[in-house]
């Protein structure tokens, strides 16, 4: 069985979000759940992606999966992104790819250039009371033992949810300096969302190339902090378009890597356009 490792939300190899991406067997669709989830854990990334073809004419074309290390989850962009990458890539698929998949139908299309825009649910936000502790969970302060309590808390500005779809925390911080040094206590924070906390701020100087920056972490479904999270963008896209005044933004997630995410956000759609590079593409011995 192929299995390919791709970089998503980047055009260079080692940045950008990892996920694996299985096509499956039409004939046989979509292994027992235990199996999806072994293999998940073995490649180890925060989404594994699985995929098979659907029957011709109805109204999805592909059915989509993604597991992380520990848990299967509703809503993912980044192996979205990489499967549309590996379909457009094998000659598997071209124009738009519909997606039968547990939030709904995700639509994606591959463009001459190679990236791939996703149409996905616009995230809704309903102003969240701070929870008092959460401040000193981000800075890493919140009781464990390895971390100083001296650490001063960061400047919260405003906190929402982003249920139902994606479940998060949605965190506004002072400024992208306070995004980029956080050292949350992660024990700490898996106890304040359904699936984890995003936190953002405006970019310091737009001149760089993006609008506002982010970082995601959900230690809840067992990833610590995610690289490029495309579903949180489907909450970052009306929360900075409000703020900003225009749709079309682009976002800048990461820590040690990186990648941007573009924007568009249309009521309650929003179009996530990204590039993909493919760095390992093998076989997976074991069986179903």
Same mark, same amino acid.
């Given at each position: ?171 506004? +911080? $002072?400024?992208?300096? #306070?995004? =980029?040094?956080? *050292?949350?206590? &992660?024990?700490? !924070?898996?106890?304040? %969302? @359904?699936? /984890? ?32 999270t495309g579903s949180a963008h489907t909450? +970052? $896209?009306?929360?900075? #378009?409000? =703020?900003?005044? *225009?749709?079309? &933004?682009?976002? !800048?997630?990461?820590? %040690? @890597?990186? /990648? ?29």
């Amino acid at each position: 069985m192929r299995i390919r490792i791709v970089d998503a939300f980047t055009t260079r190899p080692f940045q950008g979000n990892p996920a694996g991406v299985l096509l499956l067997d039409a004939a046989t669709g979509f292994p027992p759940d235990p199996w999806l989830q072994r293999v998940a854990a073995e490649v180890n990334l925060s989404e594994t992606a699985f995929a098979h073809p659907l029957p011709p004419g109805g109204p999805t074309d592909w059915a989509l999966r993604w597991f992380t290390p520990t848990a299967e989850v509703d809503m993912c962009g980044h192996a979205t992104l990489a499967t549309a990458h590996v379909l457009a890539g094998a000659g598997l698929a071209t124009g738009p790819v519909r997606f039968a998949a547990r939030c709904g139908i995700l639509t994606t299309e591959a463009a001459p250039d190679g990236s791939v825009t996703m149409d996905f649910p616009t995230s809704t936000l309903t102003p969240h009371d701070l929870p008092p502790s959460l401040a000193h969970a981000l800075t890493g302060s919140s009781g464990n033992a390895n971390s100083s309590s001296d650490t001063p808390a960061p400047q919260i500005r405003s906190v929402h949810d982003t249920s139902p779809h994606i479940g998060d925390l949605l965190v506004e +911080l $002072a400024d992208e300096r #306070a995004v =980029r040094e956080l *050292r949350p206590d &992660l024990a700490a !924070l898996a106890a304040y %969302a @359904r699936r /984890g906390i995003i936190v953002t701020a405006a970019a310091e100087d737009p001149a760089r190339g993006y609008d506002f920056v982010s970082r995601g972490f959900f230690p809840a479904v067992g990833v610590p902090e995610d690289p490029v999270t495309g579903s949180a963008h489907t909450a +970052l $896209a009306p929360f900075w #378009a409000a =703020r900003l005044g *225009r749709d079309e &933004l682009t976002g !800048l997630q990461g820590a %040690a @890597r990186t /990648g941007l995410v573009k924007v568009r956000l249309a009521g309650d759609r929003t179009f996530l356009t990204g590039h993909a590079v493919t760095v390992i593409d093998g076989e997976l011995l074991t069986a179903p």
